[in-house]
């Protein structure tokens, strides 16, 4: 089973108690925050939250507040999130990089929790918050270095689809088996990158799509090398092995299926193109590094050994292979 729902609340605590449960709960979440209740002498605030796979759902609520995060870069592998606020009630301000986003119910805002930030509340806001690991993100083969801070609606379009997810998944969340969760995550997570995606350009570089045929490039440029392997192509993209693996399996197959058929097909065409080339010559100028495996696995493809194919179109040629 998935995660439980865990509740807190600062309510009916002395002051300075609330600003402590308050920094400590947010601390668990996503790092340290400096927290200000602004005029009020008290900071009325509930969470609830839970854990599907390796995403952090929350729910909150809090009275007149500011919350800052004042780490730099240089420590920003100890917040290594992204994450994505759907606001729900009240408006809040934030502030990132000189850059100043007003947020109203209906808005959504992704942004990089490890670059200093600021975010102030005047009154009661309540939202729901998905705290992504960048580590997810980059098997997808995105780069943080330039991420800006982006807001978008969650009221139309794939930003509303994704919004409806989230809150089915934080109401689902602990129905669902160990197996289910990481499924709902990796469906939450491409959900709610096409809103991104949509709001910023820099998002398309390393979309699914735009990766499949990326790694399909690499692999038809290195088609010869013997060494061709999962890991070189995972690091040329540089996203995960996992995320690889993921691609091709939507597609049907697995990345050495892929690299294997693309090989026998280039072989198969050179045998019948030419007549001068032995058997084993195209086999091994394609990457395989076995005459009897070459044979085998041409048979398995394509009905008929390699043989048949050079003689039929050759006139019987001695071919080096059955």
Known sequence: MSDAVHSLSTVGLGPKRQIQIWSDALAD???HFDIDPLESSKLDARINYTIVSQLKLCQIEVSQHRIAQTVSRSKGSKHP???????????????????????????CLAYDVSCPHTIVSPAL???EVVIVPKALLRERGFQFGKMHACKLSARTGTGRIAYDFVHAAFNEATKLSANSA??????LIDLLLLPLREADSSFDRAG???????????????????????DQISSALGCTKRYLHMLFSERGMTVSDHIWRERLLHCRQELEAHAGKTITDVAFSWG???SSHFSRVFRKCFGIVPSA?????????PSDAA
């Open 29 to 31: 979440l996503c790092g």
């Open 81 to 107: 999130y992204v994450k994505l606020l759907f606001q729900t009630y009240g408006v809040s301000y934030f502030e990132q990089n000189g850059c100043q986003i007003e947020i109203n119910p209906g808005d």
């Open 125 to 127: 806001t309540r939202h």
């Open 182 to 187: 990481v499924g709902v995550a990796d469906s």
């Open 208 to 230: 699914p799509e735009a990766m499949y045929v990326r790694a399909q490039a690499f692999i038809n440029e290195h088609l010869r090398d013997p060494d061709l392997s999962i």
């Open 288 to 290: 395989f590094s076995s």
């Open 309 to 317: 194919v050079h003689k039929s179109l050759h006139g019987g040629l």
